[in-house]
């Protein structure tokens, strides 16, 4: 029972990673995006072992980062110059795992007849874009709003 519990934990984490900071859920809403696209291209499996390896680098770096920030933010309640050190060094390096991610990307997907065959299957399905755009606004809201943010704007939407 306390290994299934161990699960519930982690997955709290993450969720609250996820519920505070954007730039988790810009991450997320990346490897989405990967993920989707991805079977436009031509992949090997060791290709989509790259990528994933790549997102959850960069998803681990940002908990991580969430992690330092949380600790610094306890133990140091006014502004302090270790502090900031600590959480600059966190912060790089989800910096330096994003730009090996999207190197990574390049590699894998720097496919131009790949691209060809994006463009010309939205330009021969437009009404598919009608699906891609709404995907993409709720994207956007869910980075900008955030989990609790949709569900406290529904709440006063319901109030009213």
């Not at 908990?63 to 600059?88: G, Q, Y």
Request: net charge positive.
């Amino acid at each position: 029972m306390r290994f299934f519990k161990s699960f519930k934990y982690a997955f709290r984490g993450i969720i609250y990673c996820i519920n505070n900071e954007r730039n988790m859920r810009i991450h997320t809403v990346a490897a989405l995006y990967v993920f989707v696209f991805s079977f436009f291209f031509e992949m090997s499996r060791t290709s989509y072992a790259a990528v994933l390896i790549a997102i959850a680098m960069v998803i681990t770096a940002e908990l991580f980062n969430t992690v330092a920030e949380e600790l610094c933010d306890m133990a140091a309640a006014s502004f302090h110059p270790v502090v900031r050190i600590i959480k600059d060094m966190a912060a790089g390096a989800v910096l330096i795992s994003a730009v090996f991610a999207a190197a990574v990307g390049v590699c894998v997907f720097w496919q131009p007849a790949s691209f060809a065959g994006i463009l010309r299957y939205f330009a021969s399905s437009p009404l598919m874009l009608l699906p891609l755009a709404a995907v993409t606004a709720v994207c956007i809201v869910y980075i900008v709003m955030g989990p609790i943010g949709i569900r406290d704007y529904i709440r006063k939407k319901r109030e009213k």
